[in-house]
């Protein structure tokens, strides 16, 4: 992000925010509620466009890219809110996810071209395997919908792995979670860490943001207050004075 701002009518959302992810690692997202952690994710992934500054994702600036071009570049994400298609089943929601890299014209998918039938097939074994790789592998023939609310979480972090992303970019994954749960996403975050993906986490449960992550941004009324390791962080009076008086639950 380079001098992000973002307006809303007189609110800005953003105001100059810069900043980078590297390659391969961690990089956490906090704040105080209504920060602007939600809006970074909007403007990374084409839903907002900037209202000044530049996105720029690999070397390239996002423009005026599209929301699938911009997943087709390699920046995939998951919602605060699950959004997942309820009806259809574990599997088939995360094959939506690999529809994102097929490159079967629409008349080869109309005529079931070989082509295509391979490709189906392909997506529907790597979807499995994600299944697997989140652990909901077990589920996948149920509906979305009959998930335990954890493991449609999960499904949703597979789905977006599905469009094969460079970036992974989760908003609140912990959100309703129970200690074990949380410790449990952990784990896999760092899985998908080690799996080769870069991760950009936004989470109000500090002891998870302090453990899984390699760096944190810290945003306060849509302005960037504070970058650093997560001992770093900690330490940092701007961070400390900004969550004062707001206890860990109040804000999960
Ligand atoms: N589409 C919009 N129209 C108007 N205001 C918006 C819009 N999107 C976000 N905002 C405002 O921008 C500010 C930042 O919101 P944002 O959702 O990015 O915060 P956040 O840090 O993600 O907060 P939370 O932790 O509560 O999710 C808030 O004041 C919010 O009301």
Redesign the pocket.
């Known amino acids: 992000m380079r001098d992000v701002t973002m307006r809303?009518?007189g609110?800005v959302?953003l105001d100059s925010v810069s900043f980078s992810i590297r390659r391969g690692e961690i990089l956490g997202l906090i704040?105080p509620?209504?920060?602007?952690?939600?809006?970074?994710f909007n403007a990374m992934t084409g839903v907002y466009r900037p209202s000044d500054g530049q996105v720029v994702f690999d070397g390239e600036p996002l423009g005026k890219l599209k929301r699938n071009q911009i997943t087709r570049r390699g920046i995939a994400r998951t919602f605060?809110n699950i959004r997942l298609f309820s009806e259809m089943t574990a599997l088939e929601n995360v094959v939506v996810g690999t529809d994102a890299r097929h490159r079967t014209s629409v008349p080869g998918a109309t005529f079931r071209t070989p082509r295509h039938r391979r490709e189906e097939h392909d997506a529907i074994e790597r979807a499995m395997a994600l299944l697997e790789f989140v652990g909901v592998g077990a589920r996948a023939t149920e509906k979305a919908r009959n998930l335990p609310y954890g493991d449609q979480r999960r499904l949703e972090i597979a789905r977006a792995l599905a469009t094969e992303p460079k970036l992974l970019c989760l908003d609140e994954p912990a959100a309703g979670f129970n200690p074990a749960e949380k410790a449990a996403l952990m784990d896999l975050i760092r899985k998908i860490r080690a799996d080769g993906y870069t991760v950009l986490l936004?989470e109000?449960d500090m002891r998870l943001v302090m453990g899984v992550t390699d760096r944190i941004v810290v945003?306060e009324f849509?302005k960037k207050i504070a970058e650093g390791q997560p001992a770093e962080i900690r330490e940092n009076p701007a961070v400390i004075a900004a969550y004062l008086g707001v206890p860990d639950d109040a804000t999960a």
């Not at 509620?33 to 970074?40: E, H, L, S």
């Open positions: 809303f009518g609110l959302a704040g509620n209504g920060a602007g952690k939600t809006t970074c605060q936004i109000h945003l849509g």
